[in-house]
């Protein structure tokens, strides 16, 4: 497994599995939930595949949303009929023109800010678990604050990626907590799949692609109006029915 370590000059707290205390820690997706960048990768795919002489669908473009690099470019070489390309080649050009257009800006989604403060303010261990690789997030780092998470796990730092459990069952594991006592945040149905997948609570504020409403998942139209309250709201067990 690559490095996906705590930053620096940060510590975890474990809280008292308690359902009426706050989670033992809030797990962050990027690409969607805290930052609106999928406009961006849109530009980028659509562009390689121009370069190559083809169209993205937006079937094949909703798929990729939440995916890793490598299986992002074998959806595109299908969907452009190009199995034979080299998906190494496809992902360094995409990883090039994104960062160009990562540097130019990431807007927050509405109320990602403001939470994040919320939970930093509370002294709550976070993570940000993506399946974008290190040198896109240092970039996304400049807008998020370096300081505003105790562990960054990237998706070319675990063996599998998301819907895989084992990015968030990486970020508990670095932070100290139980990752049943911990809420991820995410937009995609893959991402989902993974925190579901680890045994974290899941809030789903679903961005390009809808999101199921199943056990375990919580679903919002934004992150407007989330704060603390509303996570640990998300651990505590459903109330039984009265008796008789």
Do not use: N
């Amino acid at each position: 497994m690559g490095g996906a370590a705590r930053i620096a000059g940060t510590a975890a707290t474990r809280e008292d599995p308690l359902s009426s205390q706050p989670p033992a820690a809030v797990l962050f997706d990027m690409d969607g939930t805290l930052v609106d960048s999928e406009k961006l990768w849109d530009v980028a795919l659509y562009e390689l595949a121009a370069e190559y002489g083809g169209r993205l669908s937006e079937e094949a473009r909703l798929a990729m949303v939440g995916s890793s690099m490598a299986d992002s470019m074998a959806i595109l070489h299908a969907d452009l009929a190009q199995p034979w390309r080299d998906p190494a080649v496809s992902a360094a050009w995409i990883d090039d023109r994104i960062v160009e257009l990562f540097r130019t800006g990431l807007p927050w989604r509405p109320g990602a800010s403001a939470l994040l403060r919320a939970v930093r303010a509370a002294g709550l261990p976070t993570a940000l678990v993506t399946s974008s690789g290190r040198r896109l997030v240092e970039i996304a780092l400049d807008t998020l604050g370096r300081d505003s998470f105790d562990v960054v796990v990237c998706g070319d730092e675990v063996e599998a990626t998301k819907p895989h459990p084992e990015p968030y069952l990486t970020a508990a594991r670095l932070l100290g907590v139980p990752i049943d006592r911990c809420v991820a945040i995410e937009d995609s149905p893959t991402g989902v799949a993974s925190a579901l997948a680890a045994g974290a609570a899941v809030l789903a504020v679903p961005a390009e692609v809808p999101v199921q409403a199943v056990d375990g998942v919580h679903l919002r139209e934004s992150l407007d109006g989330v704060d603390l309250a509303v996570l640990a709201a998300l651990l505590r067990p459903p109330t039984a029915p009265p008796a008789g």
